[in-house]
């Protein structure tokens, strides 16, 4: 699957665009969601990922998005479910005129997440709930490899994956692991960490 998400060309309209994708939530977002839907989930991470300055560097001529999620865990099948037909609601769009491949991946084995990442050159993971004891394998490849990670959880970018986007209220905030980011080998530009919520 090709999804698209749109590219920027003057920054402060990249920022207003960005405000207003965050902003949007707040009509549908109920005080007490656990999570920003998928829809609007997907438009703030990619929009998001526009202000990596070394996207381009790391990701060459496409940007190849793997989505992994644990086989046989509801959550986790359900979150892979969402967040791939929202990609697939984006297929007008490209994030700094690149092009997202998007595979998706049932988490058997760090060995096969591993052939996965090599196989098909993938630069960038969504990370969805419920991987359990894996995460921690997940993270130490993604370092190694130079591959970003992103999900729809706090607690997740708290726990070491780099971008996130999570409720705040009846609203969206994007969570940005500043470290982990870094040594997934991303730069965000100042004005996406202005924005967003850091975690040192």
């Keep these: ?10 920054p402060a309209r990249a920022c207003l665009v960005l405000v207003l994708a965050v902003a949007a939530v707040a009509p549908g977002l109920p005080a007490a969601a656990q999570s920003v839907p998928a829809d609007l989930e997907t438009v703030i991470l990619l929009r ?20 992994v999620y644990a086989a046989g865990e509801q959550a986790s099948e359900d979150c892979r479910a969402r967040i791939s037909a929202a990609l697939r609601g984006l297929t007008t769009q490209t994030v700094q005129d690149l092009p997202i491949t ?50 729809g959880s706090e607690a997740l970018v708290r726990q ?10 009846d609203t969206a905030k994007i969570v940005v692991n500043l470290r982990a980011a870094r040594d997934e080998g991303a730069d965000f530009d100042s004005r996406l960490l202005m924005m967003a919520e850091v975690v040192k």
Excluded: H, W
Aim: charged share 25%; glycine share 12%.
């Design 102 to 151: 998007v595979t998706d991946i049932a988490l058997r084995s760090t060995a096969q997440l591993e052939s996965e990442v090599a196989t098909k050159g993938l630069n960038l993971l969504y990370v969805c709930d419920g991987v359990g004891d894996r995460f921690d394998a997940i993270t130490t490849l993604s370092r190694a490899k130079g591959v970003l990670t992103m999900c």
């Design 160 to 169: 070491g994956l780099a971008l996130g986007v999570a409720p705040k209220g």
């Design 1 to 10: 699957m090709v999804v698209r998400t749109r590219a920027f060309g003057r």
């Design 48 to 67: 998001a990922l526009s202000y990596d300055r070394n996207l381009k560097r790391r990701s060459g001529t496409a940007v190849k998005l793997g989505l």
